[in-house]
């Protein structure tokens, strides 16, 4: 079985500093790791993907993730925040058994960027 | 590429009715999700289908949903004699290799 926990259900920040939002995973199988997006009353827009090869992922709107197989780890960064940026953030794993993709997901982590 | 929609994007209705909503998948995207996301939480996994086959059901979906997916194009989730708990944002996401897209949801709210 799977499962994805986040490890901060809120982040405060402000606006131009970094952030990390942190996720980590458990399975027995190897797994592709997406992080998502949901701004107020939208659905799921996806940030960036692991599927294979570097462990360092570039998403859009200047967000990277680096998976780590040795502490099932798959943090989510950016350098510099901006007010648009506050959503909540959800890291999610599939194993992609069955040759389909099951999504299981985190709780979410609330990201609000302060002025 | 037109994005998955789905419609409608709110229902309010009362406990007991029987709701129906639909998902229009990217038109090339053989396979399609449902989910259901409640307050605070992540989306959570409901039933699957590769163009009109149902190949999994979630325990989350008791024997007042159904899930259809005639031709397999656009598919709808049907909920019978609703309940509170019913209350969630359902969510449709299709893909055909490695990355599934959602649709904006449908929020549902039982009084």
């Known amino acids: 079985a799977q499962s994805v926990t986040q490890l901060d259900s809120q982040v405060p920040v402000f606006e131009e500093a970094p952030v990390e939002l942190r996720c980590n995973y458990s399975?027995?199988?190897?797994?592709?790791l997406f992080w998502y997006v949901q701004y107020p009353n939208q659905g799921l827009q996806l940030l960036l993907k692991?599927?294979?090869?570097?462990?360092l992922v570039k998403g859009i709107n200047g967000f990277e993730a680096e998976f780590n197989k040795s502490q099932t780890s798959f943090h989510l960064r950016k350098p510099s925040v901006h007010i648009s940026d506050t959503a909540e953030y959800f890291c999610?794993?599939?194993?992609?058994?069955?040759?389909?993709?099951?999504?299981?997901f985190g709780a979410g982590t609330r990201l609000a960027v302060h002025p | 590429d037109t994005g998955v929609s789905q419609n409608p994007r709110h229902k309010i209705t009362k406990r007991g009715q029987n709701v129906t909503f639909r998902c229009d998948p990217i038109?090339?995207?053989?396979?399609l999700y449902w989910y259901r996301q409640t307050l605070g939480q992540g989306p959570e996994f409901l039933t699957y289908?590769?163009?009109?086959?149902?190949?999994?059901k979630s325990r989350l979906l008791s024997d007042r949903f159904s899930a259809e997916r005639p031709k397999g194009s656009f598919s709808t989730l049907e909920i019978q004699r609703t309940e509170q708990g019913d209350s969630a944002m359902y969510l449709c996401?299709?893909?055909?290799?490695?990355?599934?897209?959602f649709g904006p949801g449908t929020r549902l709210t039982v009084l």
């Open positions: 692991y599927l294979s090869g570097s462990t």
């Open positions: 399975s027995s199988v190897s797994v592709y």
């Open positions: 999610a794993v599939t194993g992609f058994s069955g040759g389909y993709n099951k999504l299981i």
């Open positions: 996401a299709s893909d055909r290799w490695d990355t599934q897209y």
């Open positions: 038109s090339e995207h053989n396979r």
């Open positions: 289908f590769q163009n009109e086959a149902q190949l999994e």
